[in-house]
């Protein structure tokens, strides 16, 4: 059982880790971000804190010429798209992610010759080689508005994520959208059970639910039924999760994604109450990212992440014509600005 000195011992030698982090990354010129599901320590060193889009759009607006970024490799592929002069560093190469690994470009490929002139919508949760292949990319928090801009009679391919997809369909009311049979492992693993249970314990929370989440399609059913009070529950991006403590009157709140984002939830909203759906959605690879590991990216310049230029090229029009359409608002404080867009998985 850990003493009071030796939880002592191990907060300063996270501080001193930290400081040393901070003090090699000015030397290098280097920007920190963290993505809302990484480990407190990690999320607390950084300069930026928020999901992976807004993330990159931010670092490209610094004069960095280094960015580490503490997220998973298609995130760190994102980085490089917007800032192609810039050395993007993932610390962990095994930073993957069980969402993006469920298409790549040869699937799009495949999929995009049987529905010949279909739109390609693809969710930010992608590789670059995939986004590449898309003519769009979305959020969780701009999807709806994203298919809404293309002709209701145009068919769309929406990907990779299958409840996402359900949730865009439901909203638009489209028939016209086949959606990728894909799923983010975490998200998935957040059942209907979770919520009645969490529901039960804590009456009086606002619940705030992730569209991948697996639980999403059976709860917005309930609501279409009038089983579930639609006053209580909020779909969300996790950066809409970010800003709805702050705008709501309630004081706890039931959270329905990756259980990392709670730490910045309480952080930023000390006096209220914060409970997740289901304790056990942890992505692992989310954690494989550490202090340590950090530090040795800024002195060991590891790991690389590049993308071939023409393919970058091609995922930087479909990120470009998605921010065109515009959306959403500003975020808070430690939220990357958004510039009109919402810019939340």
């Not at 004069?63 to 970024?69: E, L, P, R, T, Y």
């Not at 993007?88 to 490929?109: E, F, K, M, N, Y």
């Not at 309930?222 to 579930?228: H, K, Q, R």
Request: glycine share 6%.
């Amino acid at each position: 059982m850990a003493t009071s000195s030796t939880l002592h011992t191990r907060a300063d030698a996270i501080a001193e880790l930290q400081a040393d982090i901070k003090r090699i990354a000015r030397t290098r010129n280097a920007v920190i971000l963290a993505h809302n599901y990484e480990r407190p320590e990690v999320q607390d060193v950084a300069d930026f804190v928020g999901d992976s889009l807004g993330l990159s759009r931010e670092a490209a607006k610094t004069d960095a010429d280094v960015i580490v970024f503490c997220g998973v490799h298609f995130m760190a592929e994102t980085a490089v798209i917007l800032s192609p002069q810039k050395t993007v560093l993932l610390p962990d190469l095994a930073a993957g992610c069980s969402l993006a690994s469920t298409i790549d470009a040869d699937d799009l490929r495949r999929w995009k010759a049987e529905h010949p002139g279909a739109v390609v919508v693809a969710y930010v949760n992608t590789t670059a080689e995939v986004k590449a292949e898309s003519d769009y990319c979305c959020t969780s928090g701009n999807a709806v508005e994203v298919v809404n801009s293309i002709p209701a009679d145009q068919e769309i391919l929406f990907l990779p994520d299958m409840f996402l997809g359900a949730h865009v369909r439901r909203l638009t009311g489209r028939q016209n959208i086949h959606v990728w049979m894909g799923e983010c492992h975490v998200h998935a693993g957040i059942d209907p059970e979770n919520i009645r249970l969490q529901r039960g314990l804590h009456p009086e929370a606002e619940f705030l639910i992730h569209p991948e989440c697996g639980c999403s399609t059976s709860v917005l059913e309930a609501m279409s039924a009038g089983d579930v009070d639609p006053e209580g529950v909020q779909i969300l991006s996790t950066e809409g999760m970010i800003k709805r403590p702050a705008q709501s009157p309630a004081d706890e709140f039931i959270v329905a994604t990756e259980v990392g984002i709670l730490h910045r939830l309480r952080r930023e909203n000390p006096s209220k109450r914060f409970f997740a759906a289901n304790e056990r959605a942890s992505c692992a690879y989310m954690k494989v990212t550490t202090l340590p590991k950090v530090r040795d990216a800024l002195l060991h310049n590891q790991y690389r992440i590049t993308v071939p230029p023409a393919v970058a090229d091609r995922a930087r029009l479909a990120i470009e014509r998605m921010v065109a359409i515009g959306g959403g608002s500003a975020g808070p404080a430690l939220s990357p600005v958004a510039d009109g867009i919402d810019p939340g998985e």
